[in-house]
């Protein structure tokens, strides 16, 4: 299940289950999305992008959802594993901006249960 | 894709001084980005440094506390003066390739204690 820990939200599944790992973003504007995985002390590391005239992107045990109505994004990783185990952030920009700036969600905790 | 390399990969300092936290990218790159992520949360950029030009801090930052340094298309430095334990934090750099439609790499992180 998922539960708000101290800092971030936690979500914890069984090996081999898959999971849903969701973010809400803010600006209606942003054409560009990644979600990163950051492993206990190591820099996120990329894990799938999507652009906004697309809404389901797949990759390699990973899925990337947007929907653009409601400013949603979700990954959903296939038969999970111990591997799996980290702290998932989604990140959004603005093309048109001109900053280049990565704006980055809260983050959930996915915790993988053997 | 890029490799980014930051020293010292931790250090614990006292309050009251000033660490400078090296970032190293195995290819030339325009845009450097450094961010902070305090324990148990999300990245916040602090700056935006290009080569050529002054760092862009964001709100809440300035550059009497943050000063960066961008003097090649390699290589950035960002130093945290006067610290506080409030400055503790893991201190990561990052670069974005190409055009702007492309993934961002990150460094490794600097874990910064203040003591």
């Known amino acids: 299940g998922e539960s708000v820990g101290l800092h971030l939200p936690t979500l914890s599944v069984q090996e081999g289950d898959n999971s849903i790992i969701n973010c809400a973003y803010s600006n209606s504007a942003s054409d560009y999305f990644i979600w990163y995985k950051q492993e206990s002390g190591k820099g996120p590391q990329f894990i799938i992008d999507?652009?906004?005239?697309?809404d389901k992107r797949q990759g390699q045990r990973v899925t990337v959802l947007l929907n653009k109505t409601v400013k949603h994004l979700s990954l959903q990783i296939a038969a999970t594993q111990p591997g799996d185990s980290a702290v998932y952030f989604c990140a959004e920009t603005e093309s048109g901006a001109g900053s280049y700036q990565l704006t980055f969600g809260k983050g959930t905790k996915l915790s993988v249960i053997p | 894709s890029a490799v980014i390399s930051q020293k010292p990969s931790r250090d614990i300092c006292q309050r009251g001084t000033s660490l400078t936290i090296q970032c190293q990218v195995d290819?030339?790159?325009?845009?450097m980005f450094w961010y902070r992520q305090q324990p148990g949360q999300s990245l916040t950029l602090i700056a935006t440094?290009?080569?050529?030009?002054?760092?862009?801090?964001e709100s809440g930052f300035v550059i009497d506390k943050f000063p960066i340094s961008r003097p090649n298309l390699t290589f950035s430095t960002l130093t945290v003066s006067n610290m506080s334990p409030e400055d503790s934090s893991i201190y990561l750099c990052?670069?974005?390739?190409?055009?702007?439609?492309?993934?961002?790499?990150f460094g490794q992180g600097t874990r910064l204690t203040v003591v």
């Open positions: 290819s030339q790159v325009t845009m």
């Open positions: 999507i652009r906004s005239n697309m």
């Open positions: 440094a290009n080569q050529g030009s002054e760092a862009t801090y």
């Open positions: 990052s670069t974005r390739e190409g055009t702007m439609n492309t993934e961002a790499f």
